[in-house]
């Protein structure tokens, strides 16, 4: 113990050297080196302290398996003597014996009644549940029949209706066609008979023409005109007769189409009919099939109660002899009992006087190495405090010009916003003054309209020049003073980029070296400072990004001479 606290007591003044000589690379590498050497020196304290923690864990562990061995001590020489004033002889064993087998012969017994009653339950509401099964099956396999056979009866009904009315309507039809063939022939002779009535009248019209004269022609065209409108009427008779055989003929290729139809119904009926009969046939055998194996599942069963009542019976003998072997070990049991007592106690003084003076040891070492600790969290935290307050001023100077930017931003979008209304205010005039011109043009017919165009049109250019002329006055000062201005947000982006290269190079290196006192001094912190320190850095470099990037927006901001041009 005092050669750790000599060494600690020697090695505390370095980081008053690191304070001291922050600025000078020199004082860093002296500082770094001792810093190592208090690192290594953690490092060995950190696993003497590790190994004395496993040495009290196994001690730990030593009391507790003498605590867990004296309390079965205990047990045990309890069960010790109450066997001894029962005074266990061989004949109350082999009473046990008896009352054992006895009793678990009852339970098995009693169990082998249960399963056997269960098993006679169960077989019972399997009968009863496959008769009901079979008889429901049975109802519903009939009562689709009867449906059936309803279904087909009407079926047959409406079809043999149909086939009726179909017969009677072809006879009809039949007997329609008749009447139209014999009107046909009818209407035929008539037209023969005309037809020679006609010839007959000419050869008398000729004979009389001759004879006759002019009263003959006459006659003649009177004959023509009555023949013109016999062969009309004729004609349109033949025509209707034509129409109504057509219609009769449609009528009897309509009929013989229903006919054919309600013959491919009925064949559809039957085919169903057959179908359903089929599908009948195959329900009954699947039922046959699943009472055949829901029989063999039964007789399974049976078979598998039968093996757990042979089983049971084994389990009985295996019972007995397991308890004759019982009671030999408890007499081993015994005498390893009173061997591991002696053994124990002697284990035990010794294992407490050890802990006892590794107990003083440990928590020396424990108190030296949290004064170390404490040491190094005030340097560190002393540095974040150092860099915090770097980093937020960077931040601060980053904000006003990031300010200053976004003023000068808006100004311009000021003076975009003006140029854009006088653009189209500009854009309005040439609008007039070509309209004035097209109108000018349109009335070049009249003198006066032509000069009043072109005075507007000289007009309109004055305007123009006048609103060019402003909008030049009004934004040169404007540009001009942009431009001074981006030249010094220009010139103070570049000193804050050499400032912010400074204090990047000085955070490299300090962060270089601390990063090595991390690392070495890793194993010596505990994990929860450890990972504390390690949060307030990443945070560190998160911030100083987001200065890198407030800096780098600064810098791709326009040049001076484009936005004068612009």
Same mark, same amino acid.
């Given at each position: ?388 307050? &770097?980093?937020? *001023?960077? #931040?601060? $100077? +980053?904000? =006003?010009? /990031? %300010?200053?930017?976004?003023? @000068? !931003? ?21 609008? &007039?003054?070509? *309209?004035? #011109?097209? $109108? +000018?043009? =349109?009335? /070049? %017919?009249?003198?006066?309209? @032509? !000069? ?115």
């Amino acid at each position: 113990h005092g050669i750790i606290l000599g060494r600690s007591i020697r090695a505390a003044p370095s980081w008053s050297i690191v304070s001291s000589n922050g600025a000078g690379g020199l004082g860093y590498a002296r500082a770094l080196s001792e810093e190592r050497l208090r690192s290594d020196q953690h490092r060995s304290n950190f696993q003497l302290l590790k190994a004395k923690h496993s040495q009290l864990q196994e001690q730990s562990g030593l009391n507790d398996t003498l605590h867990a061995a004296k309390k079965e001590r205990d047990d045990a020489r309890a069960e010790l003597e109450e066997a001894k004033l029962q005074g266990l002889n061989a004949q109350k064993l082999e009473m046990i014996k008896a009352q054992v087998t006895e009793d678990l012969e009852l339970a098995y017994k009693d169990r082998y009644a249960q399963l056997s009653q269960e098993s006679a339950y169960h077989r019972q509401e399997w009968n009863r549940l496959r008769y009901e099964s079979a008889a429901a099956r049975s109802r519903d396999l009939e009562h689709a029949k009867a449906e059936h056979s309803r279904v087909i009866e009407e079926l047959k009904l409406v079809h043999d209706a149909e086939v009726a009315n179909l017969r009677r309507e072809r006879d009809f039809l039949l007997q329609q066609n008749a009447q139209l063939l014999a009107r046909l022939k009818a209407l035929d002779s008539e037209l023969e008979e005309a037809r020679t009535g006609r010839d007959t009248e000419q050869q008398s019209g000729r004979t009389a023409s001759s004879n006759f004269g002019t009263p003959t022609s006459r006659l003649s065209i009177k004959c023509s005109t009555i023949k013109c409108r016999t062969r009309e009427s004729l004609r349109q008779q033949l025509d209707d007769t034509g129409r109504e055989l057509s219609e009769a003929r449609a009528l009897d290729l309509q009929l013989t189409g229903r006919s054919a139809e309600a013959e491919k119904n009925a064949a559809q009926l039957r085919s169903r009919l057959e179908e359903l009969e089929h599908k009948a046939k195959l329900e009954m055998y699947n039922a046959k099939l699943q009472w055949t194996q829901e029989r063999g599942a039964i007789e399974r069963e049976r078979d598998s109660l039968l093996a757990v009542r042979d089983d049971l019976q084994h389990r009985l003998s295996l019972a007995a002899s397991k308890l004759s072997r019982l009671e030999r070990d408890a007499l081993d049991r015994e005498r390893q009992l009173a061997r591991r007592e002696q053994a124990v106690r002697e284990e035990e003084w010794q294992a407490r006087q050890q802990i006892e003076s590794e107990k003083i040891a440990a928590e020396g070492e424990l108190q030296t190495a949290r004064q170390k600790v404490a040491e190094v969290d005030s340097v560190i935290r002393a540095e974040r405090e150092r860099c915090q307050e &770097r980093v937020s *001023r960077a #931040e601060s $100077e +980053a904000k =006003a010009s /990031a %300010d200053e930017r976004a003023s @000068l !931003e808006s100004r311009i979008e000021r003076l975009e916003r003006e140029l854009r209304t006088q653009t189209e205010a500009r854009d309005e005039l040439e609008s &007039r003054l070509r *309209r004035h #011109e097209a $109108e +000018a043009a =349109a009335a /070049a %017919d009249t003198l006066d309209a @032509l !000069e009043e165009a072109k005075s507007e049109r000289l007009e309109a250019q004055r305007e123009l020049r006048q609103v060019q002329a402003t909008i030049e006055r009004e934004l040169r000062p404007e540009i001009r003073r942009l431009t001074e201005a981006l030249a010094g947000a220009e010139s103070a982006v570049e000193a804050k980029s050499r400032e912010f290269n400074r204090a990047k190079e000085e955070w490299r290196k300090k962060k270089h070296k601390y990063s090595a006192a991390v690392e070495v001094l890793r194993k010596g912190v505990s994990h929860d400072e450890y990972n504390r320190v390690r949060k307030e850095l990443r945070d560190l470099q998160r911030r100083l990004g987001d200065f890198r990037s407030v800096l780098m927006t600064f810098a791709r901001a326009p040049e001076p001479g484009s936005a004068s041009r612009e």
